[in-house]
């Protein structure tokens, strides 16, 4: 059974920083591309990142290009993201997801989940 469970999100003051992790399990992690992507409340699930295989390849949206960075521990089965310079913007819930194909993540598509981590920006 596959699991990808995050942790690390709170409630955070604008322009500070919070680190999520995903952990996963019941996979061969090294093949999988991994994602975070974030809902805010009334919105659509948007995409904010992702990784390649081994972790040579990201990309992000626009809106946090600069202030997130994305990285993974093979060796742990692990993917973060650092987040710095918070806007309340940011205030989400964050989600990871891992797929065979770099090229989905990008498109929103993923064929494993986590159950998400709320995140919380004040002004």
């Known amino acids: 059974q596959v699991q990808l469970i995050e942790s690390g999100g709170g409630l955070v003051q604008a322009g500070g920083s919070l680190r999520l992790s995903c952990a996963a399990s019941?996979?061969?992690?090294?093949?999988?591309?991994m994602g975070w992507f974030r809902q805010a409340p009334g919105k659509e699930r948007e995409f904010v990142a992702r990784?390649?295989?081994?972790?040579?390849?990201?990309s992000y949206a626009d809106s946090v290009k600069g202030r997130f960075t994305i990285s993974r521990d093979n060796a742990k089965n692990t993917v973060y993201l650092q987040m710095n310079s918070l806007k309340p913007e940011d205030t989400a819930v964050y989600y990871c997801?891992?797929?065979?194909?770099?090229?989905?993540?990008?498109?929103?598509?993923?064929?494993?989940w986590g159950q998400g981590t709320q995140v919380t920006v004040s002004s």
């Open positions: 997801a891992s797929d065979g194909s770099f090229n989905r993540l990008a498109l929103g598509s993923a064929v494993y």
């Open positions: 019941g996979l061969t992690f090294s093949r999988y591309h």
């Open positions: 990784i390649s295989l081994s972790g040579d390849t990201t």
